[in-house]
């Protein structure tokens, strides 16, 4: 078993940054591809940001390429996702998720450990 903590979010105005971090427990993360997915109010759970086992590869879908960066501390046993530029349509509530699985996915299904969340608004 993994627990997942999330912490760092908050509000912001548009054009700044937020650092989330996401503290594991239970087990090594090493072992573990790690992603960021996100929701927002009426809206689908989707990918924001994954990294792969070790940090050797990291993924992001186009809304967010160059904005944010996902990145992982084995000595701390946690993974990070480092945003900027901060939009309006970046509120949503962020989760961590880690996966057993050989290769980082994109979908939900593809992660077997979730965190409870934490908040992000960007206000315009």
């Known amino acids: 078993q993994v627990q997942l903590v999330e912490s760092g979010g908050g509000l912001v105005q548009a054009g700044g940054s937020l650092r989330l971090s996401c503290a594991a427990s239970?087990?090594?993360?090493?072992?573990?591809?790690m992603a960021w997915f996100r929701q927002a109010p009426g809206k689908e759970r989707e990918f924001v940001a994954a990294?792969?086992?070790?940090?050797?590869?990291?993924y992001y879908p186009d809304s967010v390429k160059g904005r944010f960066t996902i990145s992982r501390d084995g000595a701390k046993n946690a993974v990070y996702l480092q945003m900027s530029s901060l939009k309006p349509e970046d509120t949503a509530v962020y989760f961590c998720a880690a996966s057993g699985g050989i290769r980082p996915g994109t979908g939900q299904a593809a992660y077997d450990y979730w965190g409870q969340g934490t908040q992000v608004t960007v206000s315009s």
């Open positions: 239970g087990r090594t993360l090493s072992a573990h591809n």
């Open positions: 990294v792969s086992r070790f940090g050797v590869s990291t």
